[in-house]
């Protein structure tokens, strides 16, 4: 629909295949500038990369020069022969220092660690026959689900709205209990969630280490700006009150808490919420060297694709393993 809309169409996201798919332009906001560009998100990074790479040639370039010239400098300060030339140099880095090119910044460069957890043996989650309804003459949700979670598992779970995915997540998480069958887990396993309202419900006048003191009592607080720091949440940051903190930096708390107990899953859902794209990035490459297992829910076919080997579809009354990517789901979706 919207990319036939014949108006005018601004749309804020940090979806990178939805931006793809309907955007001609791109307008980017950072360091409170506005920088536009004719194409859509991938061509626009494509630019990005390439300026920022001309930049950064640029800087090491007048780097080396600096470094030449302040050699010289050194070198003959005290050689009345070479006055002249010292002070001639002293000028031209003056001049350069004047207009020096600052070094680049790469927003993608911050990093999100999540601290690995002890090994458990596999599975350490095992549904077995499951069937769940909420009874009252309802229909079940489905029945007949049959799976395994491991260390080494990266999930997706899809499906439409009300199709079952949180009802599944809490069989797993053995909030519910099945009508049918067994979901059986590692009695050592521990297992974290995130959601929105795991951000929401953060104490806004704290700071985030006090945040992390109350939910986490009998630590001391370098424990948790160490901590802290693996989501780039640092100095400053870990001590501002979390009203402070954008949205995406609140995120990160969020993670910092989800993982605080090392669990062997981490179960997320919808997490790219309020989070823009380079934090997306870090929570991606984060999430792929975890050594943990991965359950996602989620509507962001980027995200997805980039982290999850297999993807599950919830829906018709059964759990199934689909066999391709969110974007062949997608399309299956729509020609129903």
Known sequence: YLETYPKTLIVVSHDRNFLNQVTTDTIYLAKQQLSYHRGNFQSFENTQEELLKNQRKAYEAQQMKVSHMQEFIDRFRCNAKKAPLVQSRVKALEKIM?????????????????????????????????????????????????????????????GV?????????NLMLGKLD????????????????????????????????????????GHEPDE????????????????????????????????AVL????????????????LDIETIDALIDALRNYKGGVVIVSHDQHFVNS???????????????FQGSMAEYKKAILNE
């Not at 709205?161 to 997540?169: D, E």
């Not at 590692?186 to 109350?214: W, Y």
């Not at 700006?225 to 990160?252: C, D, I, V």
């Open 98 to 158: 004047r207009t020096a090119v600052e070094e680049p910044e790469d927003p993608r460069a911050f990093k999100m660690n999540f601290p690995p957890p002890e090994p458990l043996g596999r599975p350490i989650i095992s549904v077995e026959n499951v069937a769940f309804g909420y009874g009252d003459g309802r229909p079940e949700l489905f029945h007949d689900v049959n799976f395994g979670i491991d260390m080494s598992s990266r999930i997706g779970i899809l």
């Open 307 to 321: 982290i999850c080997t297999e993807l599950w579809v919830v829906g018709d009354r059964k759990v199934t393993r």
């Open 161 to 169: 709205n009300g199709s079952g995915k949180s009802t599944l997540i």
């Open 178 to 217: 099945p009508t049918h069958g067994k979901c059986v887990r590692n009695p050592r396993v521990r297992i974290s969630t995130f959601t929105q309202h795991h951000v929401d419900s953060l104490d806004l006048g704290k700071t985030a280490v006090e945040n992390m003191m109350e939910l986490f009592p």
């Open 224 to 255: 948790f700006r160490t901590h802290l720091g693996r989501f780039n949440l640092s100095g400053e940051l870990a001590m501002k009150p979390t009203r402070k903190l954008s949205g995406g930096q609140k995120s990160r708390v969020g993670f």
């Open 259 to 274: 993982t605080w107990r090392l669990p062997h899953v981490v179960v997320l859902d919808e997490p790219t919420n309020h």
